[in-house]
């Protein structure tokens, strides 16, 4: 049997989230912002660069795994203020590399309490309303996420930081501070198990009748994060090479992250609506409209470029949005922390592939368009699990889904 301890105060519980979300955010894209005076500093070759790149997307990896675990085991809550102090605590770690081998390790430390973050900030949204609105809350929560990254790509086209130090010590004392108020303020999630748990879990995540749905989830994860990540860390140096000034790619970051904001809330109730499989399937094919459309934006055209920006971010996220909304709703409740973190994991390994797939298709001398088109048919993939996903879920009676 399992019960849940989170009483009243779920609008609160979702505001908690969502300011968590966009320090998340910021922190995720520190490193882009970072990135142009990293190089000269440390004398970094598009490899290295790569490699610093996922290195935080390396760490989400374990981080998702043990906040997951955390979540279940000792509650949402807690799960989540341990991620924000180690994030936080390794991001200012992060300011003080002095060599190539330190700020990598810092970057991934740094992962790991991001990643951990994000099972807990799913599962707190999930629970903090009714089942019927769990798709928009989550993805309401998410929305955070990208205006997070719009607040790093403002700093930078802004000047705001005085070098690339100073990026990475605001994005360690934002989570540090949020941690009081998150332990005053949220009621405990608090998910108590008795009876055969861990038998229950390993039937409700890989036993037969659940092997399918699992697969299908780690499969739209992956491929999504694939496309997220790409997209994420290589937007600016693809609007460079298509002919933008660097200014112009900071802009272009932005409305990118403002619209995938609003596409991540549309994702949501796209979710909750009565055909959300066609819903799914509208918005996957939205996004590879938004990706050929960026491929063919003329070059020096910045209003064309700001309103493709806009449309692929409002895309993108708006599935990503439905993924994470999706996620929490496959598993019941004593095994939702474990079974969003296993997801987030596998998936991590999409957004570690992305950059890389994208540095060495550049590498190899392939244009920025030609790797735009390359996007497509992964696109396609994961928009097609996503939809049997759905479909396959809605098969399961609700309430073993509650």
Partial sequence: ???????????????????????????????????????PAFRLVPDQMGLFFSAATFGLVFGALGGGVIADRWGRRTGLALSLAVFGLFSIGTAFAGTFEHLVLMRFL???????????????AAESVSPERRGRAVAFMYAGV??????????????????????????????????APLLTWMAPFRVTQTGK????????LLG???????????????????????????????????????DTASLVQIVFNIGGS????????????????????????GLMLAIALLAMVPAGN?????????????TL????????????????????????GLAVSVGRFGSIAGPLFAGWLLASGMGPQQLLYALLPIAALCGATTVALILSRNKVPSAIRA
């Fill in 302 to 314: 910045v209003a064309a470029a700001l309103l493709t920006g806009a449309f692929v971010g409002a």
């Fill in 262 to 285: 609003l596409g991540a809330i549309l994702g949501g109730r796209f979710l909750d609506s009565r055909r959300p499989a066609l819903s799914a399937a509208l918005c996957f094919g």
């Fill in 110 to 124: 740094t992962g790991v309490g991001l990643g951990g973050a994000l099972p807990n900030l799913i599962a707190i």
């Fill in 317 to 340: 996220i708006g599935v990503q949005a439905l993924l994470y909304g999706i996620a929490p709703q496959c598993y019941p409740l004593e095994v939702r922390g474990v079974g969003v």
């Fill in 208 to 246: 037969s009748g659940a092997l399918a749905q699992t697969l299908l989830l780690w499969t739209a994860f992956f491929f999504g994060l694939v496309v997220v990540y790409l997209l994420l860390n290589w937007l600016p140096q693809i609007l460079v090479s298509l002919g933008f000034t660097r």
């Fill in 1 to 39: 049997m399992t019960t849940a301890t989170h009483a009243r105060g779920g609008t609160r519980a979702l505001t908690l989230v969502f300011l968590a979300a966009i320090i998340e955010g910021f922190d995720l894209q520190a490193a882009g912002v970072a990135a142009p005076k990293l190089v």
């Fill in 146 to 179: 990208p205006l997070g990254g719009a607040l790093a790509s403002l700093v930078a086209m802004m000047g705001l930081h005085d070098d690339w130090r100073s990026i990475f010590v605001v994005g360690g004392i934002l989570p540090l501070l949020l941690i």
């Fill in 197 to 204: 748990g861990s038998a229950r879990r390993r039937d409700v």
